[in-house]
């Protein structure tokens, strides 16, 4: 081939040219491929052509390979299976079979991950991996924004601006706490908080207002903070009653809380995504759910 020719070899001729190869026949390879004689012979003198040297010889048994074609066939292999993993892997990415999904996850759903729904998924399709951002809410829908993550796993309330969701549960808060009076009951009344050092995760503190606020219960926050592992971790110390969700407490603090009995107390742990742009493993996912 001379230098500045262009180059026009495909994955069929390299089909070919390896099945008569192996079959060391034009008649065999033909039959195999399920094409007649002359188009074969033909694309096998292309082929030579186009690289300018010849692949094959005859001999009394047949034909056989050239030393280039001996060269060629190594490559013409490994060409071929690399064709087949690539289209593989494009068709599997293209039905949400395969690739990377990045997750968000805030603090107080670390209770529901990793998910059983993940380990059914995985052992479905092996090929697909995750990668965990941990954040609180606000972390997690700015990275979702941001587009460095593809999904979230949130705690109700949050803003739902550009943001679509699909709701996980539904559970209780709960009081964990040291104090035997408490953990005898049954279940927390509002009332029963009143006069009580509260230790509470700042973003639920305005849902707890309104609800103290319309029976009349002035609440005391003795801690305040960004976690809800970390108020467990100041209750089991005696600092207070820490109100948290059901799932964080049953993971940390098992034997150690008692539900809220309270409606609008409830929490939802949602899976979000951003509305514009879901992928085909995106789908997959959200379908889960």
Partial sequence: MDKGSIFFMNLKQLRYFLTVAEEKQITAAAKRLFIAQPPLSYQLKQLEKELGVKLFQRTAHGIELTDAGNELQAYAEEILSLAKMAQDQVQKTAKGELGTIKIGSASSSVGELPSDKFTQLTKFYPDITFDVYEENTFGVL????????????????????????????????????????????????????????????????????????????????????????????????????????????????????????????????????????????????????
Avoid at 177 to 183: D, Q
Avoid at 248 to 269: D, E, G, R
């Fill in 142 to 289: 700015e990275k979702l924004h941001n587009g460095t993550i593809d999904l979230g796993i949130v705690r109700t309330p949050f803003n739902r601006n550009g943001i679509a969701s699909k709701t996980i549960t539904n559970e209780r808060m709960t009081v964990v706490t040291t104090n035997k009076s408490f953990l005898e009951k049954e279940a927390v009344k509002l009332k029963d908080l009143d006069d009580q050092p509260l230790i509470i995760y700042r973003r639920f503190e305005d849902i707890f207002n309104k609800s103290f606020a319309h029976q009349g219960i002035k609440p005391f926050y003795a801690v305040k903070c960004d976690d809800s592992r970390t108020a467990i971790l100041w209750a089991q110390k005696g600092m207070g009653l820490a109100l948290v969700p059901e799932s964080i407490a049953n993971l940390y603090a098992k034997n150690q809380f008692v539900p809220i009995k309270h409606a609008s107390w409830q929490t939802h742990l949602q899976l979000v995504w951003r509305k514009e742009k879901i992928s085909p493993l995106m789908q997959r996912i959200i379908d889960l759910f």
